[in-house]
């Protein structure tokens, strides 16, 4: 539940941040009533798009069986990680620019013969992708429906999720009496990550526990490293919160500890490397003004 009020909330404002970016935009300008009914039409077919792959992710999961199913699931859950780790690439990169970088686009598109279908697909791209990375991200969850309790549960989480959304933006919008959008987006970033780890760690699991179960592999990749059960178990609330977001295990085993370990070489590995692309044409800059 923890995992979905998260996902739920951090997409959810990154959406509103794109939808009140543009209706600010609108503000004021003579035709603002128009543009603004082609802003939530967007809005509505962005959340089409969202549903559409929902269904077909589950349509598709019922549709396998066997082994191809959990293939499918360890292919979902990789690509979630993988896909979160490019989002706070994107992030770190265009974050900052991405108001002026929106609004110019806005203002080319609106040049000579003026058209809205731009804001509508800006709207409709914003929701739909959150939308679908939202779907990604929670794909294990959605797994796991099916009583009663499940979707109450589940759909509780998406309601308290957008609900706090709605909350946070307001309060990022009061500039930074409350909290800056800076350091919304450095702890989700982070927080972010870890969710990626987790995904990654669930993903390995299945692969060890299906594909993987017939395969001859070290003993030490089954053996535990600790026990930390009697402190903090993983079915506790608490512990299965910390499993989900942050790939908290009590009782790991080598495997868990390999993963995490692979996961974490290579994230760190590629944000050095992004942080180098972008100091390196910075540097080359000043040396030519110099």
């Known amino acids: 539940m923890g995992q979905t009020i998260f996902v739920v909330c951090r997409e959810s404002i990154e959406a509103l941040l794109v939808i009140g970016i543009l209706y600010a935009w609108m503000d004021g300008r003579a035709d603002a009533a128009t543009g603004k009914k082609w802003l939530f039409a967007g809005v509505v077919a962005g959340f089409g798009l969202a549903a559409l792959?929902?269904?077909t992710l589950i349509g598709v999961s019922d549709l396998l069986g066997g082994e191809s199913r959990a293939w499918f699931e360890i292919g979902m859950?990789?690509?979630?990680?993988?896909?979160i780790v490019q989002m706070v690439l994107w992030m770190r990169v265009h974050g900052r620019?991405?108001?002026?970088?929106?609004?110019?686009?806005?203002?080319?598109?609106?040049?000579?013969?003026k058209s809205w279908w731009s804001v509508f697909f800006l709207a409709m791209i914003a929701v739909g992708r959150e939308g679908s990375e939202?779907?990604?991200?929670?794909?294990g969850s959605l797994l796991q429906l099916g009583t009663l309790a499940s979707y109450v549960s589940f759909f509780s989480a998406v309601a308290i999720g957008l609900a706090l959304a709605m909350v946070m933006?307001?309060?990022?919008?009061?500039?930074?009496?409350?909290?800056?959008?800076k350091w919304f987006f450095k702890v989700t970033e982070?927080?972010?990550?870890f969710l990626g780890?987790?995904?990654?760690?669930?993903a390995s699991e299945k692969l060890l526990g299906g594909p993987?179960?017939?395969?001859?592999?070290?003993?030490?990749?089954?053996?535990?490293?600790w026990d930390m059960s009697s402190v903090l178990s993983d079915s506790s609330i608490l512990g299965n919160l910390l499993a989900s977001l942050f790939a908290y295990r009590s009782q790991p085993i080598g495997w868990d500890l390999a993963v995490l370990g692979a996961y974490w070489v290579t994230v760190i590995a590629i944000l050095k490397w992004q942080m180098k692309a972008k100091v390196t044409p910075t540097v080359q800059a000043t040396a030519e003004q110099a």
């Open 53 to 55: 792959l929902t269904l």
């Open 77 to 83: 859950l990789t690509f979630a990680s993988a896909l």
């Open 97 to 113: 620019t991405l108001k002026k970088e929106l609004e110019a686009g806005l203002e080319k598109s609106l040049q000579g013969k």
């Open 134 to 139: 939202t779907v990604m991200f929670l794909y």
């Open 169 to 181: 933006f307001y309060a990022l919008q009061l500039g930074g009496k409350f909290i800056s959008w």
């Open 190 to 193: 982070i927080m972010l990550l």
């Open 197 to 202: 780890s987790a995904l990654f760690l669930a």
């Open 212 to 225: 993987l179960a017939a395969t001859d592999l070290p003993a030490w990749l089954y053996s535990n490293v």
